[in-house]
């Protein structure tokens, strides 16, 4: 049954509970671009939404950004992505990122990348709720092995990181209502309060949203990066990085075209060979100047309904009243 109250028309699921929020919608972490504004946007909107710890350099800087964000989400919740490379490398940070965050008093985690169980006793000995974000099923029943609150699947339409496997969004939705025990989520190619019913109505607590609201206003990043969102479709990307067993699902551009090509030519390339095409300062520089040809810019099939530039808080309110559009062609809102 859909978790739905027509009188005050209010969501109640695993999501609104646990975080607080008016919508069962989370806003995933977003690689240079998830910072304090967008974060704070994301939670007087009625939402939840993730820092995202790797766009910081420094650690210090890192916990100045959280501070902020504390302070402009007056005493809503808000979390800390912590998106962790699939293999642990030399240099890695991971374990001092989890504890500046468990030291903040920040009481809302999402981690994907790899999994989390190493790191597991320094959140949970501070009370901090992990929502792990994978691309499979066959993760997140790991996932919940190792103990973690509740799971994010995200679908081969995601933008960013689909994994391996390729399992679209429905299918992944009916395989975890089977397999699960903890509350889950459904992401990839999510952009329209209709996917949202149709994910409560299959057993899962909500929705994560990546590249729809890359276009809000709250989103640091050039006119004409958001422009270009904006003239894209759902046909407009491409998938690249698999021979390095790290599929990512892009904007398409020179870079995409490029790296497919080395691909195809060489399965066997490096990843060192492919870094000067990839690397996350290019992408960065996208943002920056808005010049969209290079760069690895991570977007979904969600390109679909982007439409023009809004406040995030109007975005959400689309997604609103279009999700009582569903529940109403359901019977579901008493009108």
Same mark, same amino acid.
């Given at each position: 049954?859909?978790?739905?109250?027509?009188?005050?028309?209010?969501?109640?699921?695993?999501?609104?509970?646990?975080?607080?929020?008016?919508?069962?919608?989370?806003?995933?972490?977003?690689?240079?671009?998830?910072?304090?504004?967008?974060?704070?946007?994301?939670?007087?909107?009625?939402?939840?939404?993730?820092?995202?710890?790797?766009?910081?350099?420094?650690?210090?800087?890192?916990?100045?950004?959280?501070?902020?964000?504390?302070?402009?989400?007056?005493?809503?919740?808000?979390?800390?992505?912590?998106?962790?490379?699939?293999?642990?490398?030399?240099?890695?940070?991971?374990?001092?990122?989890?504890?500046?965050?468990?030291?903040?008093?920040?009481?809302?985690?999402?981690?994907?990348?790899?999994?989390?169980?190493?790191?597991?006793?320094?959140?949970?000995?501070?009370?901090?709720?992990?929502?792990?974000?994978?691309?499979?099923?066959?993760?997140?029943?790991?996932?919940?092995?190792?103990?973690?609150?509740?799971?994010?699947?995200?679908?081969?339409?995601?933008?960013?990181?689909?994994?391996?496997?390729?399992?679209?969004?429905?299918?992944?939705?009916?395989?975890?209502?089977?397999?699960?025990?903890?509350?889950?989520?459904?992401?990839?190619?999510?952009?329209?309060?209709?996917?949202?019913?149709?994910?409560? &109505?299959?057993? !899962?607590? *909500?929705? +994560?949203?990546?590249?729809?609201? $890359?276009?809000?206003?709250?989103? #640091?990043?050039?006119? %004409?990066?958001?422009?270009?969102?904006?003239?894209?479709?759902?046909?407009?990307?491409?998938?690249?990085?698999?021979?390095?067993?790290?599929?990512?699902?892009?904007?398409?551009?020179?870079?995409?075209?490029?790296?497919?090509?080395?691909?195809?030519?060489?399965?066997?390339?490096?990843?060192?060979?492919?870094?000067?095409?990839?690397?996350?300062?290019?992408?960065?520089?996208?943002?920056?100047?808005?010049?969209?040809?290079?760069?690895?810019?991570? &977007?979904?099939? !969600?390109? *679909?309904? +982007?439409?023009?530039?809004?406040? $995030?808080?109007?975005?959400?309110? #689309?997604?609103?009243? %279009?999700?009582?559009?569903?529940?109403?062609?359901?019977?579901?809102?008493?009108?």
């Amino acid at each position: 049954m859909i978790a739905f109250n027509p009188e005050t028309s209010a969501f109640d699921t695993a999501v609104t509970r646990t975080y607080g929020t008016r919508l069962p919608v989370i806003a995933g972490g977003l690689q240079w671009l998830a910072r304090a504004e967008y974060v704070a946007a994301a939670a007087k909107a009625g939402i939840v939404s993730f820092i995202t710890s790797a766009s910081f350099a420094e650690l210090d800087d890192l916990k100045a950004e959280i501070e902020k964000c504390r302070e402009m989400c007056d005493g809503r919740a808000f979390g800390v992505n912590v998106s962790m490379l699939p293999k642990l490398v030399q240099g890695e940070r991971t374990e001092q990122v989890f504890h500046l965050i468990a030291g903040s008093g920040v009481k809302f985690v999402e981690t994907s990348g790899r999994n989390p169980e190493a790191f597991m006793p320094i959140l949970k000995d501070a009370g901090i709720h992990v929502l792990h974000k994978v691309p499979s099923i066959r993760y997140a029943v790991k996932a919940q092995d190792v103990g973690v609150d509740m799971v994010a699947i995200v679908g081969a339409e995601c933008g960013g990181h689909p994994g391996m496997d390729m399992i679209g969004s429905m299918a992944n939705a009916g395989l975890a209502g089977e397999r699960l025990d903890i509350p889950w989520l459904i992401g990839g190619g999510i952009g329209r309060g209709s996917q949202l019913v149709a994910a409560l &109505a299959m057993g !899962a607590s *909500g929705v +994560v949203i990546g590249t729809r609201f $890359l276009v809000c206003e709250e989103i #640091r990043a050039h006119v %004409d990066y958001k422009q270009k969102l904006i003239d894209a479709t759902e046909l407009d990307t491409q998938l690249c990085m698999t021979s390095i067993r790290n599929t990512t699902r892009s904007l398409r551009n020179v870079t995409t075209e490029t790296v497919a090509r080395i691909e195809s030519e060489n399965p066997d390339v490096s990843l060192q060979e492919l870094m000067q095409h990839i690397s996350g300062a290019i992408g960065r520089k996208a943002y920056e100047t808005g010049d969209t040809s290079r760069g690895i810019l991570a &977007a979904g099939h !969600a390109l *679909g309904f +982007v439409d023009k530039v809004q406040p $995030l808080a109007e975005i959400v309110d #689309r997604f609103e009243t %279009d999700a009582t559009l569903a529940l109403r062609r359901l019977g579901l809102t008493g009108c």
